[in-house]
T-cell receptor, first 117, second 113 residues
Framework: NAGVMQNPRHLVRRRGQEARLRCSPM?????VYWYRQLPEEGLKFMVY????????ESGMPKERFSAEFPKEGPSILRIQQVVRGDSAAYFC???????????????FGEGSWLTVV | QQQVKQSPQSLIVQKGGISIINCAYE??????FPWYQQFPGKGPALLIA?????SEKKEGRFTISFNKSAKQFSLHIMDSQPGDSATYFC????????????FGTGTRLKVLA
């Protein structure tokens, strides 16, 4: 049973370019979450999506960042006009359900490391 | 009030020793406290988790101790092994949003052979 798959694992972009990060959740999981980890810091929640819906984007920067989880295909985190401060590891996670007492656990992928030069 | 404070930032332990990592929180509404283990270049992996209705949970060599009144919880790794060398993150979440974990800043553990 494959885990959460993220690609690319490493991405280098010049300032002003666009970065697209993809995430395929674990089989049977319909809830996807994106987290960002800045160097030497803990992970910070960005957005929670279900198929075709953004449920909670309270952690997303207001500009340049967007996320989607289409009916078919992986979830995509898109960063437009990247700046050096966007350099970070971006982790996708997925879960089967969303609820404290359902034994819910979120499983993280191995991350996509974005470097902006 | 949404922060989770984690200490120490780094920890060196001899093989066979006990590793102890502490976390403290302010928001009394938090009610799910997982610990994650992360190896370099990898994603965080769930290690063990606890809810505030119990004071301790043990899984193998890993134990979470939870002190609700002090709003603190800690991870104890018994008989620490070199393979345990990793970064450990505590986290907390609310029942209304169990996906929206608030992570601590991490503890880099090194177990000496």
């Amino acid at each position: 049973n494959a885990g959460v798959m993220q690609n690319p694992r490493h991405l280098v972009r010049r300032r002003g370019q666009e970065a697209r990060l993809r995430c395929s959740p674990m089989k049977g999981h319909s809830h996807v979450y994106w987290y960002r980890q800045l160097p030497e810091e803990g992970l910070k929640f960005m957005v929670y999506l279900q198929k075709e819906n953004i449920i909670d984007e309270s952690g997303m920067p207001k500009e340049r960042f967007s996320a989607e989880f289409p009916k078919e295909g992986p979830s995509i985190l898109r960063i437009q006009q990247v700046v050096r401060g966007d350099s970070a590891a971006y982790f996708c996670a997925s879960s089967r359900d969303q609820g404290l007492y359902s034994g819910n656990t979120i499983y993280f992928g191995e991350g996509s490391w974005l470097t902006v030069v | 009030q949404q922060q989770v404070k984690q200490s120490p930032q780094s920890l060196i332990v001899q093989k066979g020793g006990i590793s102890i990592i502490n976390c403290a929180y302010e928001n009394t509404a938090f009610d799910y406290f997982p610990w994650y283990q992360q190896f370099p270049g990898k994603g965080p992996a769930l290690l063990i988790a606890i809810r505030p209705d119990v004071s301790e949970k043990k899984e193998g060599r890993f134990t979470i101790s939870f002190n609700k009144s002090a709003k603190q919880f800690s991870l104890h790794i018994m008989d620490s092994q070199p393979g345990d060398s990793a970064t450990y993150f505590c986290a907390a979440s609310l029942a209304s949003g169990t996906y929206k974990y608030i992570f601590g800043t991490g503890t880099r553990l090194k177990v000496l052979a």
